[in-house]
């Protein structure tokens, strides 16, 4: 994955501080799913070791693989706007290991620092940006592919 798609490389050494007493390490097995599109998004994670796919739905039993992430990866932005529900499922590839933040913590956070918050909105940004182009890629893909998705 690009550095675009790096949380904490986008932020300085001062912001990487600020946030990282909010972590805490958490480790997911292969093929756990780590969340649905649509449940309640309240917390993100910053992969340290193994590898997590996105994917959408894109019927009641076809899911599209949309974006693999790794080591240094954001995986979550639905913590950070409402209605906080996340946009993508995430389903673990491997054995992975993260640092977990809680949502509420971070927005907290952010909004007794906005400089923080700033950078930690641009950020995200970035990585939203990155993520839809990726998706959206997907998408037009299969459908030039099978003409449709299997399973719509």
């Known amino acids: ?20 007493p909010l972590a805490k390490e958490v480790s997911f ?7 649905e599109e649509g449940d309640r998004a309240d ?6 070791t193994g590898m997590v796919t996105l994917d959408v739905r894109v019927s009641d039993r076809a899911l599209l693989p949309i974006d693999p992430l790794g080591p240094g990866d954001l995986l979550g932005w639905s913590w950070l706007f409402e209605p906080y529900e996340w946009d993508f499922g995430a389903e673990a590839f491997s054995t ?10 971070v927005r907290t956070l952010c909004e007794q620092e906005p400089r923080l918050g700033v950078a930690v909105l641009h950020a ?25 998705i299997a399973g719509i």
Do not use: C, P
């Not at 675009?4 to 990282?20: E, F, G, K, Y």
């Not at 917390?43 to 340290?48: E, N, T, V, Y």
């Open 1 to 20: 994955m690009t550095a675009q798609t790096r949380l904490l490389n986008r932020l300085s050494h001062a912001d990487r501080d600020r946030l990282m």
């Open 43 to 48: 917390r993100f994670w910053i992969i340290r």
């Open 29 to 35: 097995a292969q093929d756990t799913r780590i969340f």
């Open 96 to 105: 992975v290991r993260a640092y977990e933040f809680d949502g509420g913590s």
């Open 124 to 148: 995200v940004a970035e990585v939203m940006a990155h993520r839809l182009e990726s998706a959206r890629v997907k998408l037009v893909d299969a459908h030039r592919t099978h003409g449709r």
